[in-house]
């Protein structure tokens, strides 16, 4: 997603216009657990993720596509099934992308012994 920084607006935009990643989001809204299916826009991924890092309020209409939402913790089984079989979402996408990361990060500390920072 780093490189998606660098593309020209016009080339941004017709990106997030062809493609979204699925993303499940759970969160409170005023006092109300919820949860929503969102095709992120590539373009914005990475500020959106920033945000949830720092535990900044996120309005997630300004980062993607509402595909489905509802109220309580998780979705439905039903939606979830459906989410997978209509748009390929992961509901474990985050930690699985996580664990691939920090596999690569130590394979290169064990292959050249640098860390980064």
């Known amino acids: 997603m780093e490189n ?8 941004a ?19 109300r657990t919820f949860w929503a299916y969102v095709s992120m826009y590539p373009s914005k991924y990475q500020d959106y993720m920033a945000k949830v890092a720092a535990h900044e309020t996120v309005n997630v209409t300004e980062y ?5 939402t509802g109220w309580g913790t998780l979705p439905p089984q039903d939606v979830q ?3 997978k079989t209509e748009f390929g979402a992961d509901n474990n996408f985050e930690t699985e992308l996580n664990k691939i990361v920090q596999d690569a990060y130590n394979q290169e500390i064990k292959n050249t012994g640098q860390t980064y920072s």
């Open 4 to 11: 998606i920084a660098n593309l020209s607006p016009e080339l």
């Open 13 to 31: 935009a017709e990106v997030d216009d062809t493609v979204g990643i699925v993303q499940l989001i759970c969160g409170e809204q005023n006092h």
């Open 81 to 83: 099934d459906r989410m």
């Open 64 to 68: 993607g596509i509402v595909i489905d």
